[in-house]
T-cell receptor
Framework: GENVEQHPSTLSVQEGDSAVIKCTYS??????FPWYKQELGKRPQLIID?????GEKKDQRIAVTLNKTAKHFSLHITETQPEDSAVYFC???????????FGRGTSLIVHP | NAGVTQTPKFQVLKTGQSMTLQCAQD?????MYWYRQDPGMGLRLIYY???????DKGEVPNGYNVSRLNKREFSLRLESAAPSQTSVYFC??????????FGSGTRLTVV
């Protein structure tokens, strides 16, 4: 089955800096890669996703890049703000399938 | 439009007691999932249901059973709770590549 590795487990940055979280996956058939943000005590919520026919996708301060050859994808957050502090999860799944495999999460701390 | 609704939000059980966690979605999704979340372990799949009438084991199914009652509802049952089942449980629904929606979670403590 699919295996997703996520790094780092904890990331501490100063407000205004950029943050990058990286994930690798094992199944070359995976073609859908969502990212979730989970604030303390809340449910994971989708913030951005990318499909395998696209190399990069941006949404304001958030971007995701995908390298299918190397089987890795990354979340980039620019101009970080304290409200970006949360746990971020990556996931990989095969389109049409029904089992997303999640990474173990990255705790992002943005210091004012 | 409620999305995914889970009940209860909090529960304390004694070892050996049983309980059922309820989940319902109103998004007409075929697929539904139960995950448990423990510190440092991410989201681990307990059971999933690809469609009404089917269920399958995930990564950590021992000690749990599920029922897909209809397209909307997917319940998780603990027959004899153990302290190792203390966790936060999330129900989710959806299918790639359209995204997954999570319920608000159930914080379960087994003493």
């Amino acid at each position: 089955g699919e295996n997703v590795e996520q790094h780092p487990s904890t990331l501490s940055v100063q407000e205004g800096d950029s943050a990058v979280i990286k994930c690798t996956y094992s199944d070359s058939a995976s073609n859908y890669f969502p990212w979730y943000k989970q604030e303390l005590g809340k449910r994971p919520q989708l913030i951005i996703d990318i499909r395998s026919n696209v190399g990069e996708k941006k949404d304001q301060r958030i971007a995701v890049t995908l390298n299918k050859t190397a089987k890795h994808f990354s979340l980039h957050i620019t101009e970080t703000q304290p409200e970006d502090s949360a746990v971020y999860f990556c996931a990989a799944s095969i389109g049409g399938s029904y089992i997303p495999t999640f990474g173990r999460g990255t705790s992002l701390i943005v210091h004012p | 439009n409620a999305g995914v609704t889970q009940t209860p939000k909090f529960q304390v059980l004694k070892t050996g007691q049983s309980m059922t966690l309820q989940c319902a979605q109103d998004m007409n999704h075929n697929s539904m999932y139960w995950y448990r979340q423990d510190p440092g372990m991410g989201l681990r799949l307990i059971y999933y249901s690809a469609s009404e009438g089917t269920t399958d084991k995930g990564e950590v199914p021992n000690g749990y059973n599920v029922s897909r009652l209809n397209k909307r509802e997917f319940s998780l049952r603990l027959e004899s709770a153990a302290p190792s089942q203390t966790s936060v449980y999330f129900c989710a629904s959806g299918t790639a590549p359209y995204g997954y929606t999570f319920g608000s979670g159930t914080r379960l403590t087994v003493v």
